[in-house]
């Protein structure tokens, strides 16, 4: 019988495994709950490593948060958020995002702070009620610099596939330990006051960290935003999106939150 063998020299890097610096990318994990009803706050409230900030001034707008058994060719589950209270006027100060949090520890090796920092690809896929410019950003934590890119829903509640990629910071980096590392954010509105488009690392201000976003979930009613299949990797390149065994996924889940015997008594 003929053996073949992979020439490693021929591969490249990020073909390999663990290569997704991204927890639940692929929406699978919801320990504390699958459904969150007409929402009005901020914090970890249904799929795990997805953190919500709504910073509404007037308190109009609410939303309910679920998982969702609809996605992409691929991919059996998707975050979803659903507009059930529109926010009549949008102050410039307000803005609305999910965001992931990334341990410094896993970010070595992206190289930021260094003159060997690689650049970085973000890619997912994205479905809305909505069709316009939306935003995802970059925040590096103790380096306190931020970048935030646009990109563009093309066709109403159709999923599509989005790549950004952020270029090499050298001056500083996350501090490689058991802190935030990185935030990857990802705007559903932004105020007048969060949406500057940027193009280039800054430091960290309101003003750009939903830079291009011009697109409102809260401004609708019962409009729409679904995401699954992030996955953020070193390289210009977006790669196919690595998926995990569940149990791998939600082992990595359960160093950041885990309920212990009844759901009264949790760990965080």
């Given at each position: 019988?003929?053996?073949?063998?992979?020439?490693?020299?021929?591969?490249?890097?990020?073909?390999?495994?663990?290569?997704?610096?991204?927890?639940?990318?692929?929406?699978?994990?919801?320990?504390?709950?699958?459904?969150?009803?007409?929402?009005?706050?901020?914090?970890?409230?249904?799929?795990?490593?997805?953190?919500?900030?709504?910073?509404?001034?007037?308190?109009?707008?609410?939303?309910?948060?679920?998982?969702?058994?609809?996605?992409?060719?691929?991919?059996?589950?998707?975050?979803?958020?659903?507009?059930?209270?529109?926010?009549?006027?949008?102050?410039?100060?307000?803005?609305?995002?999910?965001?992931?949090?990334?341990?410094?520890?896993?970010?070595?090796?992206?190289?930021?702070?260094?003159?060997?920092?690689?650049e970085i690809t973000l890619s997912f896929y994205v479905k809305s009620s909505l069709t316009g410019n939306f935003s995802a950003s970059f925040y590096v934590n103790d380096a306190n610099v931020l970048y935030s890119k646009a990109?563009?829903?093309?066709?109403?509640?159709?999923?599509?596939?989005?790549?950004?990629?952020?270029?090499?910071?050298?001056?500083?980096?996350?501090?490689?330990?058991?802190?935030?590392?990185?935030?990857?954010?990802?705007?559903?509105?932004?105020?007048?006051?969060?949406?500057?488009?940027?193009?280039?690392?800054?430091?960290?201000?309101?003003?750009?960290?939903?830079?291009?976003?011009?697109?409102?979930?809260?401004?609708?009613?019962?409009?729409?935003?679904?995401?699954?299949?992030?996955?953020?990797?070193?390289?210009?390149?977006?790669?196919?999106?690595?998926?995990?065994?569940?149990?791998?996924?939600?082992?990595?889940?359960?160093?950041?939150?885990?309920?212990?015997?009844?759901?009264?008594?949790?760990?965080?």
């Amino acid at each position: 019988m003929a053996v073949s063998r992979i020439n490693e020299a021929g591969l490249n890097v990020n073909q390999y495994g663990n290569r997704n610096l991204i927890i639940n990318g692929a929406m699978k994990i919801a320990q504390r709950t699958t459904q969150s009803t007409n929402a009005a706050s901020t914090g970890y409230i249904t799929l795990d490593r997805y953190y919500h900030e709504m910073k509404v001034n007037t308190d109009q707008f609410t939303y309910t948060t679920e998982q969702v058994s609809d996605g992409p060719s691929g991919f059996s589950k998707s975050f979803k958020l659903t507009c059930t209270t529109a926010e009549t006027a949008l102050a410039s100060d307000e803005y609305g995002r999910i965001y992931q949090a990334i341990e410094g520890n896993n970010l070595e090796r992206i190289g930021f702070g260094t003159s060997d920092a690689k650049e970085i690809t973000l890619s997912f896929y994205v479905k809305s009620s909505l069709t316009g410019n939306f935003s995802a950003s970059f925040y590096v934590n103790d380096a306190n610099v931020l970048y935030s890119k646009a990109y563009t829903i093309n066709a109403a509640n159709t999923w599509e596939y989005k790549t950004l990629t952020f270029p090499a910071y050298t001056t500083a980096g996350p501090n490689i330990d058991n802190t935030q590392g990185a935030i990857i954010n990802f705007g559903l509105f932004a105020g007048s006051g969060s949406n500057t488009a940027s193009t280039n690392w800054a430091t960290y201000s309101q003003a750009n960290l939903l830079g291009g976003q011009t697109a409102s979930i809260a401004g609708t009613l019962n409009a729409t935003w679904q995401i699954t299949g992030i996955q953020l990797e070193v390289g210009d390149t977006a790669t196919d999106f690595e998926h995990r065994t569940y149990n791998d996924v939600l082992m990595q889940c359960k160093r950041y939150y885990q309920i212990i015997g009844d759901a009264s008594n949790t760990q965080r």
